[in-house]
């Protein structure tokens, strides 16, 4: 600001010394007229800058939009960009899945038709089930060495398990005598989709899932108890429950865990599968084989192209008023 | 002089902000010469019409509650009885209060088809990520896209407006809310001298921030002995305070009492030091102003529209995090006793910045504005909904249309002419008596 020193009274002329307060002739107040000038020239200069407060009278009208509106706004702050062979690796989680379901739905078939013997798929089931688990108990024994003592319980559990199970083939076999064989294939069809739907897709950071993979893994059971009902023998039965159980209960853990040893060994699992569900379902009616192919090939190219694509119509909207996530320390024991 | 129908699913005796907010508004206003009815829908046996303090005339229309109070959303249910209301009191200004209301939404948008002018008032924030809000924000938007203006009360819920609705930013005015100062007068006798006090007055919900609170009384009564906690409100996470306490052996330091009744929140305030407020989202926090007013210093976390609330010398802000809380906590209990803060002395700086007259002032200059404005005919109407979506715009095109014709078969049915007037409640007499009554008072 520039500072205004009256040094002539305008009236007379009289020249003010420094301590004079009125002009000696005329009563001119030179105080008064230097607040008054003060206040004209600070009334002239712009107006204080309107500010976000509410509890400060402003000069400004209710509805004012300030040039500072929505500045704090912020825009897609949570977007990732994704590349697109990483996606690709990512979406062989859904894939296997998928061929798993269609390998059980086979093996079934094959059962059913009595091309496939029951005592291979015990005998072939079992062993890859133990071999699975050598495999898994070396590597988690390194991990863990609280380990040990839990492999007698393993075993007691899956012998357990293994005569309950056989004990309750004839039971499973006449469970759904009465259920016209239409019904149980569309029941089939609606439970395994659930189990796509619901199955537990992701790898890491599993402590906040709204559906429990136990969900996923329910409807898969069922589906094969459904299923296991329409077969005519006992040992067929028990096959297929316990096909059922390593197939859709332990084989998850296995695959999740090779994901996260190494990608390579990942996409082999991948292909193998595919391969498997390829060359099984063409046996069985090519149409279907040829659907599932092209269904793969879809969930594993088009899509994560797809997701890529629509990326760009993303938009996440953050500001003050979102409400703020507490954060609060981890508890220390 | 306008004939206002205040309309809003909240109101006495349900208590909160938005019921306060309402009765104070149309006191004031009723002061200044306009008459003010107030629409809500019947709590329990409270139906039909009931007049309040000083002649304020409240219609319970009887409605069905879905949750928490609100009304479910019939879209056409409430017109008959809407308009045979609005004629009999000859109102010529609509204004509906907050977003939740499915009452205020219907209001608005038969006030419209009828040709009146409409103004809404929003109350709260909204995010925009979960399902909820993203239906609220659409019927929100629904019913803001034909309205001649908006209040909020803070910048920040002025912003989020804005976006939600898709309004044009000079549509919406900012007016607080206010505290009747004289309700809200400290009292340092009733404060405890040998505990530094920390009064918590909110909804024990998790939008209050109640984990926070968790996890910082026990560290907070840890370091600081000579500190208590009286917890007021009630609601579900009570059980984890509940727990808390229990856990940390702390009966004696933290006390619990239940839902506070609206006259008895001057006497919980004032027995303390400190205010906390650990709310997660927060529109203005009324709660914070009257703390303040009661000679408390204010903690709070730096959420929404709280920093545009008080100074800087009455408020310690925090960021939602519990180290940030439990440090802010700290400082405050430091200031109280080193004397660097005289809360004592905010209530005469509150009284000036927050007055219900204040408010009423600048809601009547709103009215003033949207009284010159022209209502729009039924096209421009029409055109203005079908904006809102692809899908969302033909749809409540329909919905308005519908909303027409069952106007002009109302006017077919119960004609205009037909309806009696209700007579004024004669406002200045009754003030007058009781001037009278008061100065006899005083005279005997």
Redesign the interface.
Known sequence: MVEITITYCPFDGYQFSEEDTKCKFCDFDRRRAWNLLKNSSSKSEKKPPWR?????KQDY???H?DDT??D??QKNVNVRAYDYWTVVMESTVISQHISSIVIFIAVFIDLFWGRLSAQNLIISGTVLTIIGYIFWDKSISKTDPAYEYKRWKTAKGAVLFFVTLLGLSPILKTLTKDTSSDTIWALTVILFLANMLFHDYGSENRTNIKFPGSLSTNAAIFASVLLASRLEVNSHVFGLMLFAVEWFALFPIFRRYTKSLSAKFNVALTCILFILATTLFLYISNVIAIIYVLGIIFITFACPYWLIWIQKYKN??H???????????PPNE | MYNIAMVSDFFYPNMGGVEGHLYQLSLMLTQRGHKVIIITHSYGNRTGVRYLTNGLKVYYVPHMVIYSEATLPTIYGFFPIFRNIILRERINIVHGHQAFSSLCHEAILHARTMGMRVCFTDHS?????DASSILMNKVLKFTLSDID?VICV????K??T??RAALT????????NAVVASQFKPDPSAQDKNFITIVVASRLVY?K?M??LV?VIPRICKTEPKVRFIIGGDGPKRIDLEQMREKNLLHDRVEFLGSVMHHEVHSVLTKGHIFLNTS??E??CIGMVEAACCGLLVVS?K???V?????RHMIIFS?????DLVNAVLKAIKMIRLKEAVPTKFHDEIKE??SWSNVAE?TE??YDKIWKLKTPPLMERLRRYYGCGIWAGKIFCIVMAVDYLFWRFLEWLFPTDEIDIAPAFPYQKYRKMFQMADEDDENS
Do not use: C
């Not at chain 2, 930013?169 to 607080?176: F, K, L, R």
């Open positions: 976000k407060l509410l509890w400060i009208p209710d509805d939009v509106f929505l704090e706004l996440e909207i500001g003050p008023w979102d409400e703020a996530r507490p954060k609060l320390q | 924030l909204f995010g925009f990520a203006h803070s910048n920040t819920s912003e989020n804005v976006l930013p000079q549509m919406v005015s900012v007016i607080p939008r921030g984990d926070l996890a997660l989202t529109a203005f976390t959420v929404g529209g920093p545009e609330v008080l100074p960021k939602p995090e519990e180290e910045m927050y600048r200059k709103v």
